[in-house]
């Protein structure tokens, strides 16, 4: 046998052990993966995530805001001190009512953020992906207020409303519904665990829905 063939086989021999453990240490992380997926929405199921939702005028423009509990804006500190990111996303729908047709789907806003805490500089990256724009802070609360009370986001002119909104008591009958939904996706520490963490929770963000009603005025 020629002297390259022999050196072939002898450095498959050599590094065979090398993709064994390999394998073996993906099987073992396999389930801590799986059990890490399947932690997370068991605790925040537990608390109340969006706290409020409101739909408000400012000039000729309707916008939405909302914000989170405190309770779950601890608990994304937590994350975010231990180094990982937190990317979350808001989605606003405002729904008419009408009386012999289904539902109308007015106007529609989203906005996406994304925070981290370097642990070497002290400081937060606070980036709006919606607007591609990053900016930084070393001030706690300023960044919890970017990634968890989002505010004024354009949905549609208030002209076109034919009235000015007001929140809608107990017992009448609603013209607008504002539906509120946050999302937050799962950041790994790395590109491999993160598409390993994604697979195994079928790509599907925990997602929580808030909504509030309206009436015109």
Known sequence: MPKHGMLSQRTIQRYRPLFVRGGTLLVLLLP?????????????????VIESVEAVVRGDTL?????????????LKARLNSGQPVLVSYHFTLTRHNRWLPD???????????LR?????????????????ISYTQEPSEALNFLCQPRYVPLTQSG?????LVASKAGQLSDFILHSRFERHRQGMSRMFRVLFRLLTFWEPLTYDKFAEYQLQ
Not at 104 to 114: E, L, N, S
Not at 117 to 133: A, F, N, S
């Open 104 to 114: 109308h789907t007015f106007a529609r806003g989203q906005v996406i953020r994304k």
């Open 63 to 75: 916008y939405a805001r909302a914000k989170l509990s405190k309770e779950y804006q601890n608990t």
């Open 32 to 48: 801590l993966l799986w059990l890490s997926a399947c932690s997370d929405r068991p605790v925040e199921e537990r608390m109340m």
């Open 160 to 164: 076109s409303l034919g009235g000015i």
């Open 117 to 133: 805490y370097h642990l070497i500089t002290q400081r937060y990256e606070m980036e709006d992906v919606t607007k591609q724009h």
